[in-house]
C-alpha cells in the first residue's frame, strides 16, 4: 500500500509558529523533503526532531522528484516543507506533489503559517476576496504582463517582493497604476515586524529598514466596479475592463477589442 506525502506549512519566522500536528507528523514521517536541509535543521532541532531530510528545492526537483515518489509508493511517508510557510505557495514542491498524484499517492496537507494570509489578517483591508500574485517576474517581458495583470485585478492584490527590489517595484505601481492605498509588511511574525499603511508612494519611505522579507497588499479597484447588473451593463462593463487592459499593456483599446471580439466570434 502506498504511503502518504504531507505538505506540512512551517513558521515563516517566529519559530514558535507551527501547529501540534505539524510536529507530530515531522516525527513520525520516514523522510523530510526540505527546500534547505540546513535551514530546516534550526527548526527540528528546536523541537527534538531527529527525523532524516533530503533537499528538494527548484533546481533539484525534476531529478529528485522520481526517486522520492518511489519511496512513497513502496509505503513509506514523506513530509514536505519550504524554508518558509507552505509549500508550493511561491515556493517549491508543485513538481512533488503532482509526481505523486500521479503514482496515485494520497497527498495530505498540514496547514499552518503563510506570509501573505498572515500581513492581510491585520491590514485594514477588505479582504473577503484578494488575489496572490507571488513573485513580480524580473525579465521585462513578463514583468508587463504581470502588470497588466495586477492593473484590472479588482479588490486587493498581494504578494512578495525582494529587498533590492521593493523601490523599483512600488515606483512602478505608482507610475502604472496610480497612488492606490496599500499595506507593506516587513519580517511578519519576526522580531523587526512593520507594517505600513497608506499611498503606496509614500510607504517604502516609512519602514524601518530596506532589509527583510516583504509582502505587499495593494487595493487596485472594488469589484463593485465591475458588477453587471443587467444585459445593457454588460457591454459598458466589458469595455471598461478592456480599456483598463489596454492601457496598461500601452494597447489601443480599440484594437484590444477588436481582438476580443475575434477570438469570441
Do not use: C
Not at 529598514?209 to 466589458?238: N, Q, Y
Amino acid at each position: 500500500m502506498a504511503g502518504t506525502l504531507f505538505v506540512v506549512a512551517t513558521p515563516i519566522g517566529n519559530l514558535d509558529d507551527i501547529t501540534i500536528r505539524a510536529l507530530r507528523v515531522l516525527r513520525e514521517v520516514d523522510l523530510i523533503a526540505a527546500e534547505d536541509t540546513r535551514h530546516t535543521a534550526h527548526l527540528l532541532l528546536r523541537h527534538g526532531i531527529t527525523t532524516p531530510t533530503t533537499s528538494l528545492h527548484e533546481h533539484n526537483e525534476a531529478t529528485k522528484a522520481g526517486a522520492i515518489v518511489a519511496r512513497l509508493v513502496a509505503g513509506e511517508r514523506v513530509a514536505l516543507v519550504s524554508d518558509a510557510g507552505t509549500p508550493t505557495i511561491a515556493d517549491p514542491g508543485v513538481g512533488l506533489v503532482r509526481a505523486a498524484l500521479e503514482a496515485g499517492v494520497r497527498v495530505e496537507p498540514i496547514p499552518g503559517p503563510n506570509a501573505a494570509v498572515a500581513m492581510l489578517s491585520a491590514s485594514g483591508l477588505l479582504t473577503d476576496s484578494f488575489t496572490f500574485l507571488g513573485f513580480p517576474p524580473t525579465k521585462p517581458s513578463a514583468r508587463k504582463r504581470w502588470f497588466s495583470v495586477l492593473a484590472t485585478t479588482p479588490g486587493v492584490a498581494v504578494f512578495y517582493e525582494s529587498p533590492h527590489r521593493i523601490r523599483s517595484t512600488i515606483g512602478e505601481i505608482t507610475e502604472k497604476i496610480g497612488d492606490k492605498f496599500g499595506v507593506i509588511g516587513r519580517e511578519v511574525t519576526k522580531t523587526h515586524e512593520q507594517l505600513v499603511r497608506g499611498p503606496i508612494s509614500t510607504l517604502v519611505n516609512s519602514l524601518a529598514s530596506g532589509k527583510g522579507e516583504f509582502t505587499i497588499a495593494v487595493e487596485i479597484g472594488h469589484i463593485a466596479e465591475f458588477e453587471i447588473a443587467g444585459p445593457a451593463d454588460l457591454a459598458r462593463s466589458r469595455r471598461k475592463m478592456i480599456a483598463t487592459l489596454a492601457d496598461a499593456m500601452g494597447l489601443s483599446a480599440n484594437d484590444l477589442y477588436a481582438a476580443v471580439e475575434k477570438v469570441r466570434k
